[in-house]
Each structure stands twice: as structure tokens, then as C-alpha cells.
């Protein structure tokens, strides 16, 4: 009976959410471990030609958003970014770099840590890999490259919806 009282007497409903009283941290928690180029590939097959042409190249920029779990409290995010410069005389360059990056999370519902992996968590390394492509195009010979920011987390609401809607319109068809 002695020990149901002290249960009691050490919970206090006014206590904000954090560590509880035996020390167990149940606060959320979301950090930057480490951040990586995996893999990154530069072809100037045109030179030193390509340096010559006066036509304005046609530039195409695709990117990919990946996240995975390596462990309880680690995963992955890897910005893949593939970017070319044609011309109707041929390919200037390409650049195609898979940039990753190690987030703890921790006592992060899914409804938060989805939205984190694919939308904050890259708005975050995306700077870093923006440089690297920079860097890689100068160092094959052209003007550095400055991506345009992306708006990580319009995109992200904006595939949110998307999904949504494909959902509903294959929930109506099954009607």
C-alpha cells in the first residue's frame, strides 16, 4: 500500500511533458548526425568542343527525395539531383549526385517524422548539396551551376494532396 503512495505523491499531472521521474527522456528529439556525398558523377564528354558552342544550352534539372530506417532512432535521407546541359550539338555536361544524410529521431510520432524526412530534412542539406553541383560543373569547365532553391515543403503538401485525391478518386470507382 506504502508503495502506491509514493507512485502517486511522484506523479504530477501540472509537470510539462519531458523527462519523467526516473529519468527516462520521452521529450521529442530530431538531429543532423552526418551528411555525405554517395555518389557523384561528372561527364564533359564534348570537350573541349563543347567550350566553343555559342547556342544556348537547354538545361534539365531532376531531383529525387528518398528516406529510409536504419536503425530505431536513425535514418536516411538521400537527395538524388541529376542535372544536363544539351545543346542541339550534344550533351555539354551532366552531373548526377546522390547526397545523403543521417537524422536521429527520436519520440517523433510518424504523423511528424514523414513530413521531416521528406520535406524539412532536405530543405536542410540542400544547400550543401547545391554547392557540390556548383563546384562539379566549374571544375568540368563552365560556369558554376546555382540551382534554384526548391520550396521542399510546398512540394511535399503539394504530393500530399495528390495522393489524397488518387485515393478518393480510386475509392469512388470501387463504389
Known amino acids: 500500500m506504502a508503495d502506491e503512495g509514493n507512485i502517486i505523491s511522484n506523479l504530477d499531472l501540472d509537470q510539462p511533458e519531458g523527462p519523467l521521474a526516473n529519468g527516462e527522456d520521452t521529450a521529442p528529439a530530431i538531429g543532423l548526425i552526418s551528411q555525405y556525398v554517395k555518389d557523384l558523377s561528372v561527364e564533359n564528354p564534348n570537350a573541349p568542343e563543347s567550350y566553343q558552342w555559342a547556342e544556348q544550352p537547354e538545361m534539365q534539372v531532376d531531383f529525387n527525395i528518398g528516406a529510409r530506417t536504419l536503425g530505431d532512432d536513425v535514418h536516411e535521407i538521400e537527395l538524388k539531383i541529376n542535372v544536363s546541359s544539351k545543346t542541339s550539338q550534344g550533351t555539354a555536361f551532366a552531373v548526377e549526385l546522390a547526397y545523403g544524410a543521417l537524422i536521429g529521431m527520436r519520440n517523433v510520432p510518424d504523423e511528424q517524422a514523414h513530413p521531416f524526412l521528406f520535406a524539412e530534412g532536405p530543405r536542410l542539406v540542400f544547400p550543401f ?8 560543373v566549374r571544375d568540368a569547365g563552365y560556369p558554376p551551376l546555382m540551382l534554384d532553391p526548391i520550396d521542399f515543403n510546398g512540394l511535399y503538401l503539394a504530393q500530399l494532396q495528390q495522393r489524397q485525391e488518387e485515393e478518393l478518386a480510386a475509392g469512388a470507382g470501387q463504389a
Open 129 to 136: 548539396a547545391r554547392r557540390i553541383i556548383a563546384d562539379a
